[in-house]
Nanobody, 120 residues
Framework: QVQLVESGGGLVQPGGSLRLSCAAS????????MAWYRQAPGNERELVAH???????AYADSVKGRFTISRDNAKNTVFLQMNSLRVEDTAVYYC??????????????WGQGTQVTVSS
């Protein structure tokens, strides 16, 4: 049974930082591209960042320069370091396991999400 479990969300003030984790079981993330999405109330789910292999990354323009996606294949975990957080980053953050390793193609494997709230 495949499970993706996100953690690390919470309440933070504008300008603060959070580090999200997505721990996978039932699949090996080492052979998959991985991604983070977010969904704010009333909005569609949007792709925030993805990682292919260990070093190829891509980001939404809204988070470029502030967020960093990374992975630890030994721990079967992907991370999202979020710095300089803004009120508009408030959302539920989800991770997704891609179908293949050489490009990001979303699969049906999703976590349950972790809430990030940026507020003073």
């Amino acid at each position: 049974q495949v499970q993706l479990v996100e953690s690390g969300g919470g309440l933070v003030q504008p300008g603060g930082s959070l580090r999200l984790s997505c721990a996978a079981s039932g699949i090996s993330i080492s052979i998959r591209a991985m991604a983070w999405y977010r969904q704010a109330p009333g909005n569609e789910r949007e792709l925030v960042a993805h990682i292919i292999g260990g070093t190829t990354t891509a980001y939404a323009d809204s988070v470029k320069g502030r967020f960093t996606i990374s992975r630890d294949n030994a721990k079967n975990t992907v991370f999202l370091q979020m710095n300089s957080l803004r009120v508009e980053d408030t959302a539920v953050y989800y991770c997704n396991a891609g179908r293949i390793s050489t490009s990001y193609d979303p699969s049906d494997y999703w976590g349950q999400g972790t809430q990030v709230t940026v507020s003073s």
